[in-house]
């Protein structure tokens, strides 16, 4: 069965640095995302990407935040500057069409120090 | 805008006893639910969905729910847990926004499984 993959599993970074989590979205979708979760809290909706552009974000996407569709297969989620408020699990969703499921990732761990 | 509820935080079940987790929603039509279980260092795993049709979904691993719209709710009903359902279990609305969509996650409900 398909599935999305993300890489890595777990990333330790400095505050201030540069991060660049990867997603591989199942072959035949149309539609990706991010989400993530803060320990302790709710899975949150980042971006979605649709058609090579952002479709949505939620006020947590800033200006340090930025996604890539570099090739064919490849999602990725960048965090140019990052805060000690970023470590969360780093969630990427794919779906097929518009409305239809999403299909979620095992998740990037982000700790920043 | 849309919203969900898991009023649960934490249940705990015997090994072989039903299991009901209870899930509100607030959207103005018809909404696309789901469940999700997360284990334990795990990512997010689709349980079952409801977009239309018939009120009562069958999931994967036994686990079953149904959409009232009367009760805004669509609770997660398993007639026999297992140890290995031990997970956190999250309740989703799907509901479009400017023409695309974003799935609104509820805080989840933690289930412990307990011989």
């Known amino acids: 069965e398909p599935e999305v993959t993300q890489t890595p599993s777990h990333q330790v970074t400095q505050m201030g640095q540069e991060v660049i989590l990867r997603c591989v979205p199942i072959?035949?979708?149309?539609?990706f995302y991010w989400y993530r979760q803060i320990l302790g809290q709710k899975v949150e909706f980042l971006v979605s990407f649709y058609n090579n552009e952002i479709s949505e974000k939620s006020e947590i996407f800033d200006d340090q935040f930025s996604v890539e569709r570099p090739d064919g297969s490849n999602f990725t989620l960048k965090i140019r500057s990052t805060k000690l408020e970023d470590s969360a699990m780093y969630f990427c969703?794919?779906?097929?069409?518009?409305?239809?499921?999403?299909?979620f990732g095992p998740g990037t761990r982000l700790l920043v120090l | 805008a849309q919203s969900v509820t898991q009023p649960d935080i934490h249940i705990t079940v015997s090994e072989g006893a039903s299991l009901e987790l209870r899930c509100n929603y607030s959207?103005?039509?018809?909404?696309?639910l789901f469940w999700y279980v997360q284990s334990p260092g795990q990512g997010l795993q689709l349980l079952l969905k409801y977009f239309s049709g018939d009120t009562l979904v069958q999931g994967i691993k036994g686990f079953e729910a149904e959409f009232k719209r009367s009760q805004s709710s669509f609770n997660l009903r398993k007639p026999s847990v297992h140890w290995s359902d031990a997970a956190e279990y999250f309740c989703?609305?799907?509901?479009?926004?400017?023409?695309?969509?974003?799935?609104?996650f509820g805080t989840g409900t933690k289930l412990q499984v307990i011989p």
């Open positions: 959207y103005g039509a018809t909404p696309y």
């Open positions: 989703a609305v799907v509901g479009d926004s400017g023409g695309y969509q974003k799935v609104t």
């Open positions: 072959s035949n979708h149309l539609y």
């Open positions: 969703a794919s779906s097929a069409q518009f409305q239809e499921t999403q299909y």
